[in-house]
């Protein structure tokens, strides 16, 4: 695997288009820290970064829990963007899962289903055009229990991402960068490297680094940023840029 830690680079340079700004957040059904379910400062910290695409974890759409509330779609109206769900389970009358929000024009999604037992995986692939290119978009949120577990889902990830030339994958991957999980991703893949404080969660005072973003056929427009937001989540976000190699 490929690290890369590189300083920022300006806009414009990458075969004249601009680098793909990206956020990547677990956003606990909104629920914060104080514990109530608050999307409008999830959209607030979102938008005061201006990504072209957002993936999100932990999304509800329409459960009893969240108000029966389609949270995607509520986010993306706040935000301008176009919302796109993929459904991990039925859940509290709804559906959990994923989420991508993209201010680009969306050509197709697929849900991949992830195997592995107890709560249900999925990833989330959204297929935009980028200079005419396809570019796959990538939410996922990988087991939280096992380590082997997690292995067999990237296992099967990275098969159902076969032939991709572009991918932007980004999630909780419920893993650190040096895991056997993070290491099956191999040389073609870029895991992108943080600015300073690497940790992501818990929220309040982060000790552990699960999030993440990789790329593939693509090259980090500068290093990832954590976000100090304490209070929207149980996780801290992440943003970052990438740009044609």
Known sequence: MKWMLIGWCLLGIACGAEPLKFLCWNIHHGRG??????LERIAR?????????VAL?????????SGGVDQAAVLAEKLGMTAVFGKAMDFSGGGYGLAVL????????DVHRLPGPGEP????EVVLKRDGEDVSFVSVHLDHRESSTRVRQVEALLGAL????????????????????????????TL????????THPAGDPEVEIDHVLLRGLE???????????????????VGAAKSE
Do not use: Y
């Open 57 to 65: 974890q932990e999304v509800d759409r329409s459960t009893g829990r």
């Open 121 to 124: 995986r999925v990833a989330l």
């Open 45 to 53: 910290v979102i938008g005061e970064q201006k990504p072209d695409l």
């Open 220 to 238: 980090p427009a500068g290093p990832l940023r954590v976000l100090a937001e304490k209070a929207a989540s149980d996780h801290r976000p992440v």
């Open 192 to 199: 992108m490297a943080k600015k300073g404080r690497p940790w």
């Open 33 to 38: 820290a104080d514990g109530k379910i608050d």
């Open 102 to 109: 993209s201010r680009l024009p969306v050509a197709s999604h």
């Open 162 to 189: 076969e032939g991709r030339a572009r991918v932007v994958l980004c999630g909780d991957l419920n893993d650190v960068p040096a895991s056997p999980a993070l290491e099956r991703f191999g040389a073609d893949w």
